[in-house]
């Protein structure tokens, strides 16, 4: 019994090369995924916090009948710890030393941000300062432009009803500035104290109070319980998450982040499989042994289960601490990138997935074939056993595939993204392997060459059995990595084509029938020229289908746009950024029908031939849904949820017009004689909101950048998994042809040409999965447009066959360092 002991030890054991790479794909494992959980974690905290402050708070409640909220409301969110401020927000006419002008006043509390900060100027030539409050009272913040419209200085008084403010900033960016069309004229911030005293809100006057509240995301979703049976359709509640312009892009970011979890996890279950089932094989002759010693199977199974537990602890140890340092590196990276401080927090819940990975990875993919060592017959001291066959290994794959469904659902949490991506890898394995067959079949038929390339294309065909397993492991491996690096390229580019240099920084609103011809002609001689204009006319959707929508639609649908008046259109062609997604577009001549906003259609359950009755002042307006599009909320241009045809229902009705235009910063000046020349036209300056934009897009590409080294140093360890189950028959074959009198230069071409041919196979079929996979995620997930990606198709297969053969060549050290007589000895 001492000498199983001895055989058993867990020193010897953790020295034999097998059980590193165990314990190292599991370290590796447990590392990536919480690494990757924990920094996903914190992105999206950071990402969501930041674009918290394009509310200035982390929710708002906007009250748009023209009367303030209940106070009890506000009492109670008080009560639960939550921040709270508020703000008025009005059109007036304000004068200064001999003009007038109309602008978009918000006055703000002293809390006001809740998040983010407000930029802004103490005199027109001096530095920009950041501040976290509005104007004290008395004192007003204006626009720039309104110097110059207004022929005031900095110090003078601003005219706002019947007070006199003064002026004591330049305000150049505020936090919520342009979340909405709102803000349609110069903006004039003040305190909120000051309203009153001013005289410019009457009863009947169009006045929107707006109150912020921040605080725990738990508790702002149970003050959110709490007051949603109280609202009326005059109130809207509104995350950073319910505007258009930015959910996007922020569902988008997560939406890569959890791909690139789920990946890790694949890899990582990869990795821990292909080495356990290794080590598995590797121990067959210790166990006839040790049967041979008097150990029972019971025993057997007894010792390599403590085993295991002990692999797993020292596996989530190990991967913990490489995990957190990691984490606080990339922490670190975020806050230099951002240019703001990032808090370093680790998330229990966040390494749950990592500690499963292991856990599940040991009994799903290491066990199975260490409990069918008991099986060995003790004879196989004495002689050789085949090995396992396909029948018996057959209940490990089942398991493994079990294994990983539960492994990525953990982690990813969307049904159809496992089915889809587990699915999608069963079909390419298939595919994988049926290829490989065939390319290897070819290759035997292949006739010339020099010695090294017949001893590889011999190699690859004796082996083939193992080549096979090696080509579709690879290609699945290279296939996940390429398809990160596709879809980060194409995500970033899309993402940057609908933000170009020239996109639309300025809205046009409020442009009279009669004068639309003269404001293009405008902007049109300064080298400006508009685009599209749109009609517009402001409704509210009251009735579908002959009932009350608010009886249709229950309040947990939170469908914001029930809650305010729309801005409706009529439009002779479809916007080039707009597709239809069920229906047709109207005809020529069709003066019928409406299409609606295929996202808004599917909160709201329409269908084609649903009746939707709008009011608009004291007139109704009921059209017939004729079909439903997609719109890029995010394109900078007039975008509309409901579109009429030419001569439809909206033709009688008073209407306006809207447009947006590029304006250099060089040229700024040209909107102040536009603003005199067309003081009813309302002009929005949204340079802001891209800057913030581009900020999002700053931040997630410094995530995928993190995310795709981590994937690929998880598909590094794969690789090395799969090349070192090989190694002993490998190194046998070698320290043989050595016995027979071959070369070492022999030995190192052949071998390092026979994995430059798998690598290169694997590298042409990962490449081809992986624009299958591209074009699938592009189509569900990101909604984006696919397109071929040429630039890969070379550089990976050409990239894979050097680095495996660079591997083959590294295999080879104890074969051209040791005698092969030694070697020989010590393989058998």
Known sequence: MGAAKKLMSVRRDWRERDVRVVLAALIIAVATVATIALFASQLQHTLVTSASSFLAADRQLESENGQPVPEPWITEAVERGLETGRMVEFSTMVFGSDAFQLVSVKAVSNEYPLRGELEIQGDSEGSRLQVQHGPAPSEVWINPRLLKLLDIRMGDTLEVGSRNLTVSGLLLREPDGGFSLSALAPRVMMHVDDVASTGVIKEGSRVEYVYLFAGDE??????????????????????????????????????????????????????????????????????????????????????????????????????????????????????????????????????????????????????????????????????????????????????????????????????????????????????????????????????????????????????????????????MTLMLATTLILVRTSLLDDWQAQLPDDAPNHFLINIAPDAVDEVAGFWQERGQPLDQLYPMVRGRLTELNGQPVKEVVSKDQRVGALNRELNLTWMPTLPEDNEIVEGSWFKDGEKAGVSVESELAGKLGLALGDELTFTIGSDKVTETVTSTRTVQWDSMKPNFYMAFPPGGGLTDMPATWITSFYLPRDQKSALNEFSRRFPTVSLLEIDNIIERIQEIVRQVTQAIEAILVLILAAALVVMAAVVSATLQDRQREGALLRTLGGRQSLLVRSTMLEFALLGGFAGFLGVASAEAAVWALQFRMFEGEFSWHWQVVLPIPIISAVVLALFGRWQLRPVLSVSPMLLLRRLE
């Open 218 to 475: 738990a508790v702002l979703e149970g003050y959110y319980q709490w007051l949603q049976p109280q609202l009326g359709p005059s109130h809207e509640w509104e995350g950073v998450r319910d505007g258009e312009t930015f959910s996007r892009s922020l569902d988008r970011a997560e939406s890569f982040l959890l791909l690139g979890g789920s990946l890790a996890v694949l890899l990582a279950a990869v990795a821990v499989a292909v080495a356990s089932r290794q080590y598995a094989l590797s121990q067959r002759d210790t166990v006839a042994l040790l049967k041979t010693l008097g150990l029972g199977s019971s025993g057997i199974g007894q010792l390599y289960l403590k085993r295991l537990a002990l692999w797993g602890v020292t596996g989530m140890v190990g991967g913990l601490l490489v995990a957190v340092p990691l984490f606080w590196v990339l922490t670190q990276l975020l806050s230099e990138a951002l240019d703001r401080p990032v808090e370093f927090q680790l998330d229990p819940l966040a390494l749950t997935p990592a500690l499963l990975t292991a856990v599940v990875s040991l009994f799903a993919f290491a066990y199975p074939p260490i409990r069918r060592l008991r099986n060995v017959p003790a004879m196989r001291v004495l002689r050789s056993q085949p090995g396992e066959t396909g029948r018996e290994a057959l209940p490990d794959v089942l398991i493994a595939i079990v294994a990983v469904f539960g492994l990525v659902w953990l982690y990813a949490g969307e049904l159809s993204l496992v089915v889809s991506l587990l699915g999608g890898l069963a079909l390419l394995l298939g595919a994988l392997g049926l290829l490989g067959g065939i390319l290897i079949a070819a290759l035997r038929k292949v006739r010339g060459g020099g010695h090294s390339w017949r001893l590889a294309l011999v190699g690859l065909y004796r082996h083939r059995r193992a080549s096979l397993s090696q080509i579709a492991v690879f290609a």
